[in-house]
Nanobody, 114 residues
Protein backbone atom coordinates (compact mmCIF):
# COMPACT_ATOMS: atom_id res chain seq x y z
CA UNK A 1 0.00 0.00 0.00
CA UNK A 2 1.12 3.55 -0.64
CA UNK A 3 -0.26 6.72 0.89
CA UNK A 4 -0.90 9.69 -1.37
CA UNK A 5 -1.33 13.31 -0.32
CA UNK A 6 -2.55 15.93 -2.80
CA UNK A 7 -1.96 19.65 -2.49
CA UNK A 8 -2.12 22.80 -4.57
CA UNK A 9 -5.83 23.23 -5.05
CA UNK A 10 -7.63 26.51 -4.55
CA UNK A 11 -9.79 29.22 -6.04
CA UNK A 12 -8.74 30.75 -9.34
CA UNK A 13 -10.38 32.89 -12.01
CA UNK A 14 -11.14 31.51 -15.44
CA UNK A 15 -8.04 31.60 -17.60
CA UNK A 16 -5.76 31.18 -14.62
CA UNK A 17 -3.40 28.39 -13.66
CA UNK A 18 -2.78 26.00 -10.79
CA UNK A 19 -0.29 23.23 -10.17
CA UNK A 20 -1.38 20.23 -8.18
CA UNK A 21 1.08 17.93 -6.43
CA UNK A 22 0.66 14.40 -5.15
CA UNK A 23 3.30 13.06 -2.80
CA UNK A 24 3.65 9.33 -2.27
CA UNK A 25 4.89 7.63 0.88
CA UNK A 26 6.77 4.82 -0.79
CA UNK A 27 10.11 4.62 -2.50
CA UNK A 28 8.60 2.15 -4.98
CA UNK A 29 6.62 5.07 -6.39
CA UNK A 30 8.56 4.64 -9.63
CA UNK A 31 7.04 1.17 -10.09
CA UNK A 32 3.51 2.44 -10.63
CA UNK A 33 1.61 4.30 -13.30
CA UNK A 34 0.11 7.45 -11.82
CA UNK A 35 -3.25 8.95 -12.71
CA UNK A 36 -5.24 12.08 -11.97
CA UNK A 37 -9.03 11.92 -11.74
CA UNK A 38 -11.60 14.51 -10.80
CA UNK A 39 -15.14 14.57 -9.49
CA UNK A 40 -17.48 17.51 -9.87
CA UNK A 41 -20.56 17.91 -7.64
CA UNK A 42 -23.30 15.53 -8.67
CA UNK A 43 -21.13 13.81 -11.25
CA UNK A 44 -19.15 10.61 -11.41
CA UNK A 45 -15.40 10.57 -10.98
CA UNK A 46 -13.71 10.98 -14.35
CA UNK A 47 -10.24 10.34 -15.74
CA UNK A 48 -8.04 13.38 -16.36
CA UNK A 49 -4.50 12.23 -17.14
CA UNK A 50 -2.04 9.37 -16.79
CA UNK A 51 1.73 9.05 -16.81
CA UNK A 52 3.86 5.95 -17.20
CA UNK A 53 6.38 4.71 -14.64
CA UNK A 54 9.31 6.46 -16.26
CA UNK A 55 7.34 9.53 -17.22
CA UNK A 56 8.00 8.93 -20.87
CA UNK A 57 4.40 8.37 -21.84
CA UNK A 58 1.36 10.48 -21.02
CA UNK A 59 -2.29 10.50 -22.03
CA UNK A 60 -5.07 13.01 -21.43
CA UNK A 61 -8.82 13.25 -21.49
CA UNK A 62 -10.04 15.23 -24.47
CA UNK A 63 -11.52 17.85 -22.17
CA UNK A 64 -8.10 18.85 -20.81
CA UNK A 65 -5.78 18.07 -23.71
CA UNK A 66 -3.59 21.03 -24.58
CA UNK A 67 -4.32 22.77 -21.27
CA UNK A 68 -3.13 20.33 -18.61
CA UNK A 69 0.27 18.67 -18.27
CA UNK A 70 1.05 15.68 -16.08
CA UNK A 71 4.62 15.06 -14.94
CA UNK A 72 6.47 13.16 -12.25
CA UNK A 73 9.66 13.31 -10.27
CA UNK A 74 10.52 9.80 -9.12
CA UNK A 75 13.37 11.08 -6.97
CA UNK A 76 10.81 13.07 -4.97
CA UNK A 77 8.04 10.45 -5.15
CA UNK A 78 5.75 13.13 -6.54
CA UNK A 79 3.42 13.52 -9.49
CA UNK A 80 2.20 16.90 -10.71
CA UNK A 81 -0.68 18.28 -12.71
CA UNK A 82 -0.06 21.68 -14.27
CA UNK A 83 -3.41 23.21 -15.19
CA UNK A 84 -3.51 26.22 -17.49
CA UNK A 85 -6.35 28.13 -19.15
CA UNK A 86 -8.70 26.91 -16.47
CA UNK A 87 -12.44 26.95 -17.13
CA UNK A 88 -15.39 26.95 -14.72
CA UNK A 89 -16.16 23.39 -15.86
CA UNK A 90 -12.79 22.29 -14.43
CA UNK A 91 -14.21 22.89 -10.95
CA UNK A 92 -13.96 19.59 -9.07
CA UNK A 93 -12.16 17.65 -6.40
CA UNK A 94 -8.98 16.30 -7.95
CA UNK A 95 -7.59 12.94 -6.88
CA UNK A 96 -4.33 11.20 -7.64
CA UNK A 97 -4.22 7.45 -8.02
CA UNK A 98 -1.37 4.94 -7.92
CA UNK A 99 -2.63 2.37 -10.37
CA UNK A 100 -0.59 -0.69 -9.40
CA UNK A 101 -1.17 -0.15 -5.67
CA UNK A 102 -4.84 0.75 -5.99
CA UNK A 103 -4.27 3.77 -3.77
CA UNK A 104 -6.09 7.09 -3.80
CA UNK A 105 -5.36 10.41 -2.18
CA UNK A 106 -7.89 12.38 -0.15
CA UNK A 107 -8.46 14.90 -2.93
CA UNK A 108 -7.86 18.61 -3.34
CA UNK A 109 -10.56 21.11 -4.29
CA UNK A 110 -10.15 23.21 -7.42
CA UNK A 111 -12.67 25.98 -7.96
CA UNK A 112 -12.63 28.12 -11.10
CA UNK A 113 -14.76 31.26 -11.06
CA UNK A 114 -16.16 32.84 -14.20
Amino acid sequence: QVQLVESGGGLVQAGGSLRLSCAASRRTFSSTTMNWFRQAPGKEREFVATISRSGGSTYYADSVKGRFTISRDNAKNTVYLQMNSLKPEDTAVYYCNAKEFGSWGQGTQVTVSS
